[in-house]
């Protein structure tokens, strides 16, 4: 298969780039800022917000596969990014591009955050409206593309992703953030504890994506694991890896506003389609940590 | 104030016309094929779909309100429509372009087919996915049209129509198809007389709409009654009015697969609005049947 992969140099991005490569795929690669290189991945340097020189990229590559990640990324200000819809209208346009020139399956990041997490609360017809733009951009562009897609004939499928979390992610988020901690030997401090959350680590999503292109399913599904696992029972995991218990501080940090009780997917989908996890929680939150002692350590090195 | 109101040859449309023309408003109505005229409205013939005329209006005219129903609403094609999708993107650059003009302030026509009415029976993360192009397309549009007006700093209000009928109503349509049986003396059919509707007299949508423009309401809300009719109640008034209670054959139609069981708004917000219904269901039955006896001796008339 002939793979656009857009959201190439993200952190998902990279751990799809990687197993492309490996499973032997023709990868393109698009970005705005082009990565370490990788042999057997040709990469394009694109803003997909550019019309005019997507629409070349397309008719010239004529890929079989789309795997579409990108989006407006920034930490914390990517909730609500006016350019959400900059990206919702792109992309519908890059679905009639990649049809147009013979696309036959398509693959778009979708999110859990898609979800109004207060529906209980909701009066019946007040529903289905996300709490961010992030995730009202993510849901309208899922509500239209699936149409087009069904219009087209094209196989598209949109995959909610809910907390990947593995190498390479960024410092701030969760686990990176107790990992460092750890390995300094400093406090580390969560939010409530009991919340419960579908971790997924990154090689396992990033398998989850390739089977769903390699099997061309169509329609919505979750990237899950199917399994809630309360971020107390994750830190205290990972404060074990480090043989550094003492250090854990569960529900040091205050809750955030809005924040919900249980955030967790379906992996039915995934399942029909022959998925089981190859890593899994314990053994990612392991390749996780040694991830970060390297980095750790590098630093060091070079600090000295 | 001066309204630019789209969607004013269709049904909801005509009768918002004529309030807002003897309310005093300055009127620019926008439609495919100009209607009958009416004194004190100024007509302009446009496809709002065809980019170029529509900016030229926007900018020539410069209205402070716009009331936007036009959508695409052949009965029966317009659930599955392709361009459904057109009327979403068309939608968002027509909110722009009034923003651009010092628009102060817009409503735009949502529908309860907005919502997942199988909703109960959906798992939790696959949910907010109406049934229909036309509900997933009014959805998607009222999430990104809310955030782009919050962005831009307009009040947008979306107004969710549920069950209008009244004078000049579609004759296929439930209210429209047992009044002219009843009136011609034939048998009168309708599916189970369980299901439970929101039904909303149009002069009653009517006057919602304008105290929404006129008090500058910001965010979703529903143009609903907030009562639940069942079908077999209506149908029951409708055949006394009309004298004929003999020719009422409740349940004799078949349920059409996918009907819920009963929708219905709330009219929490309209009422901190200060709304109150002025005509109501049983008034509303009786000019509409009214109206059809007119339509009905006019024909007969005609064939004399």
């Known amino acids: 298969m002939k793979v656009l992969l857009t959201g190439a140099s993200g952190f998902v991005g990279r751990h799809l780039l990687a197993r492309l490569v490996r499973a032997g795929a023709e990868v393109h690669a698009v ?8 042999p057997g991945c040709y990469w394009h340097t694109l ?20 795997i579409h990640l990108a989006w407006t990324t920034a930490h914390g200000h990517y909730w609500h990014d006016p350019r959400n819809h900059d990206w919702v209208l792109a992309s519908l346009a890059l679905l009639d591009e990649f049809a147009a020139v013979g696309g036959e399956h398509a693959l778009f990041a979708g999110t859990c955050a898609e979800d109004d997490w207060r529906k209980p609360t909701q009066p019946p017809s ?9 995730g009202r951009s993510k849901a309208a562009l899922r509500l239209l593309a699936l149409d087009r897609a069904e219009q087209l004939g094209l196989p598209l499928a949109w995959g909610r992703i809910y907390f990947p979390f593995g190498p390479g992610e960024q410092p701030q988020r969760l686990v990176p953030s107790l990992s460092r901690q750890l390995l300094a030997g400093l406090p580390a401090a969560t939010g409530p504890g009991t919340l419960e959350r579908d971790f997924v680590y990154v090689g396992d999503l990033a398998a989850m994506m390739m089977l769903v292109s390699e099997r061309r399913h169509a329609g919505a599904l979750d ?6 696992t309360p971020i107390g029972t994750l830190a205290a995991e990972l404060a074990e890896l480090a043989q550094r218990p003492d250090l854990l501080r569960v529900g040091a940090l205050p809750a955030r506003e809005g924040d919900p009780q249980r955030l967790v997917g379906s992996d039915d989908v995934l399942r029909s389609l022959g998925w089981h996890a190859e890593i899994g929680l314990s053994e990612g ?12 350590q590098g630093s060091v090195h070079e600090n000295q």
Chains 1, 2 share one sequence.
């Open 31 to 38: 970005g705005r800022t082009p990565p370490t290189p990788l």
């Open 47 to 66: 803003d997909l917000l550019d019309a005019a020189p997507r629409y070349a990229l397309l008719q010239d590559l004529k890929p079989t596969h789309l």
């Open 126 to 134: 007040g529903g289905c409206t996300a709490a961010t733009r992030y």
């Open 223 to 228: 990237l899950s694991t199917g399994r809630a």
């Open 285 to 296: 939150l392991r390749h996780t940590l040694a991830w970060w002692r390297a980095q750790h």
